[in-house]
């Protein structure tokens, strides 16, 4: 799979098969596992990703249905607010709103339509 990175090179994803989701497995989270369920029976034929590389980097999207081309990403609290549990301060909130941001570009930039969940 080819994927143009965050500075615009076209690179490809190695070992994509291992980010295949597994349905019966639990997500990272609660409120992630409660989304997988959701989208099941809309999903259950397409080729879909859990915890899928955004490749030129270390971050993940949620999901990622290849053949829709459609990235969902669940999203907590501390995507839109300090939290001080998640973030220690300030800076790290900035942080992670950057991250947020680079997802958003690579979703973008291989016109993949990005979707966010909030509880």
């Known amino acids: 799979m080819k994927f ?4 615009g090179k076209v690179r490809n994803l190695k070992n994509a098969k291992k980010y295949l989701i597994d349905w019966e497995k639990p997500s990272r989270s609660k409120f992630q596992t409660e989304v997988k369920k959701f989208l ?13 590389r955004v490749v030129g980097s ?21 995507h839109t607010k300090y939290v001080k549990f998640f ?13 947020d941001q680079k997802k ?3 979703c973008e930039a291989n ?6 969940v909030y509880p």
Do not use: C, M
Not at 40 to 52: A, S
Not at 58 to 64: G, M, P, S
Not at 111 to 116: F, G, H, M, P
């Open 111 to 116: 016109s993949i339509k990005l979707a966010e």
């Open 4 to 7: 143009v990175d965050g500075y």
């Open 104 to 106: 958003f570009d690579f």
């Open 40 to 52: 099941y029976p809309y999903w259950k034929n397409d080729i879909v990703f859990e915890e899928f």
């Open 87 to 99: 973030h220690k301060n300030r800076l790290k909130y900035t942080d992670q709103l950057k991250r």
């Open 58 to 78: 270390r971050l993940t999207l949620d999901f990622y249905n290849a053949n829709k081309k459609i990235a969902v990403e669940v999203q907590g609290a501390q």
